[in-house]
């Protein structure tokens, strides 16, 4: 039993580890600055 809980964690801090990596280098390669610039906020609602 103590096996299958250690893995499931080892799994989930693996998982979490790599999306986290992902994440940072995506954030680090997409500036948010740049969906202003490219589209604009309008001005007037319709």
Known sequence: ????FSTVIGYTVCLGLVGGFIMHYLAKALPTADSVRIDPKPENKF
């Open 1 to 4: 039993m103590g096996l299958m």
